[in-house]
């Protein structure tokens, strides 16, 4: 019987120059529940589904606040999300008490990648078996980082990552100008309507499975120079959603009657 | 010479005193605390509209040895914000390097240096305050001077304690005894600093280094001065006092109250 | 020489240092790690709210430092702005001390937030204060610490600290360097400690004055009473008043200044 020798700990290569462990944890993230997060000029927003494990359950946590100026979304093991996210949170802490500024998001997301990638050369580790959606303000703007088990991170204009992300993830490219020039509130409507598009046929987005995650510049005539890190959840989505809901009828209204000329 | 060879070599009590073998304990408590050798005295700035003036005489002391003529004491970090060193000078090259350290790890990051004189005074405060809480201190005062994070003009001070505080106008050692009236009452408080322009700032601090180099017997009239401006910071390390009046000297006899 | 000589003589010995065991003078311990920055601070509670007030002078023995140096600080709040805070502390006595007991204190309010999802309670936090200073029982922080906010009953909460940890909750309270000229004061207006009603009887028959809580403007009124009356008669108080009113709709900050002298 067929048995792969090269996965038993996440320190060994295969003759094909793969790490199989790594790929195995990277898989833990498309099993995740899908959660999209994009930038235009002056926000980065995070947009996660929420699932519960059954109907008496309570929904997951998908998006965090690190800190005032930034937060994550979790799509894998939200047990090593909770790792992770604990040591950003110190890490932004320790920031603002040695320097008394904000941590540059970079800075962090580089400073977990090195940890992420420890893990996939030291024996006896196990890389995390979750990914990340880093969304946060600094001095040089709003920026969205991509963060995998492997250690590896990229700078994103918009991004998504879970179970049927590329759906998401195509509706993404496609957009890419619109969301570019969006305002604030336009864009947390992109990425709901990139979330709705990873759904299954049964599936709508409610105000108990979605949440979504605003942070950015602060607009004029605002206390302080950022837009703090703001979770919507439950009820205060529904204006979000009602936005998202209007604009698709609309739309479905418009494709119908180009049907009819056509 | 005589039959204890293991004496031999070894300072005579009876010409040296005795030996304060205390020195040697390697037990007990550690007692690494120390007092500063090579100092430099004061340092004076003065915040105007759009920057800081920050200045310092080029003297190093060996106690009232005037040692080192030449030592700079204001130290450029950054885009735009300046350290001026008083105190302790091994400890201003020992911070000295630490800030360079921090500034070859901030431009590692895409944007550059990003940290302001602002955290960087955070930064030199906890250090100090570390320092202090470990009894091994940093014996030096200083002042931070550039912008914070609002770009506007800042200006503060810390001292080996750890002890923090900021003002229009600030000075150490000597100077806060010597300069800080001279500066209160050319910038009084009701002026804001808007109406203080930068020559204005620059020719009350070369008046200041002027009286410290009449009154602090520590000073020298050779000295540095930087003007951090939006525009970067200005930096000239070998200035000499100008139009200096010793007439008021022969007028002075005994501790003042002597008038023959 | 001679003397060196009879030194000799007198110890008995050949008079190497090998083998003699001097008493060594004690080295010198010359770092002291503390200084007083000077100050005062006052807190007064009431049904709804709670104050707390400082001056803003920094001084160093006869030097003053800074004319603006806050003494009362928000907890638990945003960084920047402060927003958010639903506690205030204030801090008098070795400046450096406070600062970093503030910060300490902050951060881990904000941690208990990230941690449990809600605010910390004043009782809470004031327990965690008592420990943190506590904790430093043989190095202590050089401060005298007073800290406020609202009671799980939307009451007005003061806690006072000595610099060890010891604390209680109270009506009101001042310290630092005027706090022996603001205290009596207090005891009097706030707690009208020595005033009787009148024509109530004689000697011990004299009925004390009831307790009531006061209303904000009074409570105000009394704060700025107390501090120009400590900078008139204390050299290390003076220059502005920093205040601090804490109520269900949050924390509200005001400035006036007072005689540099």
Known sequence: MFRNNYDNDAVTFSPQGRIFQVEYAQEAVKQGSVVVGLVNKTHSVLVGLKRNAEELSSYQKKIIEVDSHMGI??????????????????????????????????????????????????????PYGVGLLVAGVDEAGPHLFEFQPSGMIHEMLACAIGARSQMARTYLERHLDEIESSSRDELITHGLRALKETLSQDKELTVDNTSVGVVGLAGEGAKGKIESFKLYEGQQLLPLLETVEQQDSGETKEGEGMEVDS | MNHFPELWGRPRDDVYGPYNSSYLKSTGPKTHTQSPAVTGTSVVAVKFNGGVAIAADNLASYGSLSRFTDVKRL?????????????????????????????????????????????????????????????????????????????????????????????????????????????????????????????????????????????????????????????????????????????????????????? | MMSAMGHQSQNGTIGYSFGTPTTAPHKEHSFYPYTDNGGSTLGITGEDFAILAGDTRSVAGYNINSR??????????????????????????????????KERLDAIVKMYKYQHGKPMSVRACAQRLSTILYSKRFFPYYVTAILAGLDEEGKGALYSYDP????????????????????????????????????????????????????????????KDAFTSAVERHIEVGDGLQMMVITKSGIEEKYFPLKQD
């Open chain 2, 75 to 260: 130290r450029v970090f950054g885009e735009s914000a300046v350290v001026g060193f008083s105190g302790d000078v091994s400890d201003m090259q020992y911070i000295d390097r630490l800030l360079e350290s921090i500034d070859i790890r901030e431009n590692y990051s895409t944007h550059g240096n990003l940290l302001n004189a602002k955290n960087l005074h955070t930064y030199l405060s906890k250090v100090f305050y570390k320092r202090r809480s470990d009894f091994n201190p940093l014996w030096n005062h200083i002042l931070v001077a550039g912008f914070d994070g609002d770009k506007k003009p800042f200006l503060s001070s810390a001292d080996l304690l750890g002890t923090t505080y900021s003002g229009p106008h600030l000075a150490t050692g000597f100077g806060a005894h010597l300069a800080v009236p001279i500066l209160r009452r050319l910038f009084p408080e009701e002026k804001p600093i808007e109406e203080i322009t930068k020559e204005d700032a620059v020719s009350a601090l070369r008046e200041c280094l002027k009286v410290l180099w009449y009154r602090d017997a520590r000073s020298l009239d050779k000295y540095s001065i930087a003007i951090i401006t939006e525009d970067g910071v200005e930096l000239n390390e070998d200035q000499k006092l100008e139009e200096q009046s010793w007439a008021f000297a022969e007028s002075i006899k005994g501790y003042g109250a002597q008038v023959v």
């Open chain 3, 68 to 101: 603006y140096s806050p003494k009362v600080f928000k907890i638990g709040g945003e960084d920047d702005t402060g927003e958010n805070a639903h506690i205030i502390l204030s801090v008098v006595g070795f400046a450096a001390d406070g600062h970093a007991l």
């Open chain 1, 73 to 126: 979304a979790i799509a894998g093991l939200a047990s090593d999300a909770r790792v992770v996210s604990n040591f950003m949170k110190q890490q932004s802490l320790s920031s603002r008490m040695t320097y008394g500024r904000p941590i540059p998001v970079d800075r962090i997301v580089t400073q977990i990648a090195d940890r992420a990638q420890t893990n996939t050369q030291q024996y006896g580790k196990r």
């Open chain 3, 164 to 223: 060890v940890g010891s604390y209680e909750r109270e009506q009101c309270r001042a310290a630092g360097s005027a706090a022996s000229l603001i205290m009596p004061f207090l005891d009097n207006q706030v707690s009208f400690k020595n005033q009787y009603i009148p024509g109530s009887g004689e000697g011990h028959d004299l009925q004390a004055k009831k307790k009531e809580l006061l209303p904000m403007g009074t409570v105000e009124h009394l704060v």
